[in-house]
């Protein structure tokens, strides 16, 4: 009688699924990638076909260029698409414009690989969508009680009133480049921040392509600084109270100091931990996360009630811990190469 590992293992490259010879968000390059999201530690250039969502698609090519892969194909939502025996679907996991859980069945079996989700209301990503499974593979970036996020619209006001707080002073947002940062870009304008906001050249490819996919950003534009001898003065009035924002790297560079009296912020479920906002020297740290927190994840695995829960990549004893005590079969993965990009 097959097993579960029969159809979904961890293995040096990835989760592989021997059925069907394909792996799910290979760590190396493969034949055949079936690729959740086009975050760079779950989709990478170099394997010979890809299968994912148009979107997410559409991303890599932006961030690897069109050749990232020799052969690319589309699944659409809910498509069930059949690779050497075994069927595949995917289905939205709302961590960024256009993830995805996929779904493999194989031998009356049903094993969904959620990559990184959230539940959260977004305005920039499809919602998820639970899937009945008998087992289900889980994330566990912010698997510890201690994370619990706060209101996320709440999160964006508090850097409004602090834009209206200090008027003096720009608002250097630190986000990812992919996710992160148009939504807080769109979180403000549903909050009626209608102002012009200030992006990295790092973010203008990504946030043109939200708006062609029709995620109204608002007026957007490059954060850069005439020089001269006139230039501090002219960055001083350009840039007094308004919001910058910028992936996380930019701001340990001469970039981030050209601005008037900045206002450090990061957007990041990192944020609740206040020795880290503390070490990366941030002001005003906004709690917004693009993964569940704890009580998101255990309502999850409660509401889908798989047969057994698979956890990766992140505080997976806790969550492991969990299960069992609920009764649920449970066990790490312990895959590697998985890191918290899109936090």
Request: glycine share 10%.
């Amino acid at each position: 009688m097959a097993r579960f590992e029969d159809l979904l293992r961890p293995t040096p490259e990835g989760l592989y699924c021997p059925p069907g010879d394909f792996h799910i968000d290979p760590v190396r390059p493969v034949a055949r990638a079936l690729v959740t999201h086009g975050h760079a530690d779950h989709a990478r250039p170099g394997n010979r076909t890809v299968l994912a969502t148009r979107r997410t698609l559409a991303i890599m090519a932006l961030r690897y260029g069109e050749d990232f892969c020799e052969t690319r194909q589309v699944a659409d939502w809910g498509e069930r698409i059949t690779i050497d025996g075994v069927t595949v679907s995917f289905h939205p996991a709302g961590h960024v414009l256009g993830s995805a859980q996929i779904l493999v069945e194989w031998g009356g079996m049903r094993i969904v690989a959620s990559g990184d989700y959230k539940r959260r209301e977004d305005p920039t990503a499809e919602a998820f969508e639970p899937v009945p499974c008998d087992v289900f593979i889980t994330e566990a970036t912010f698997a510890l009680p201690v994370f619990r996020h706060p209101d996320s619209r709440g999160e964006v006001r508090k850097l409004i009133a602090s834009t209206r707080q200090f008027p003096e002073r720009a608002h250097l947002v630190g986000a990812y480049a992919l996710g992160k940062a148009q939504r807080v870009i769109r979180m403000l304008r549903e909050e009626g921040y209608d102002a012009p906001i200030f992006i990295h050249g790092a973010l203008k490819r990504l946030c043109d392509f939200y708006q062609e996919e029709g995620i109204d950003l608002g007026e957007l534009r490059p954060a850069t600084i005439a020089r001269g001898k006139d230039a501090e003065g002219a960055a001083k009035g350009e840039f007094a109270g308004a919001v910058i924002v910028g992936p996380p790297s930019a701001f340990a560079d001469k970039w981030a100091r050209r601005f008037p009296d900045p206002v450090s912020c990061f957007a990041s479920g990192w944020m609740r931990v206040r020795g880290r906002a503390r070490q990366r020297g941030v002001e005003l740290p906004l709690i917004l996360s693009d993964h569940c927190d704890w009580d998101e994840l255990v309502e999850t695995i409660a509401e889908i009630a798989p047969q057994e829960v698979w956890v990766t990549h992140g505080r997976e004893e806790a969550l492991v811990r969990w299960c069992a005590l609920k009764g649920v079969r449970a066990r790490p993965l312990h895959l590697v190469g998985y890191e918290d990009e899109g936090d």
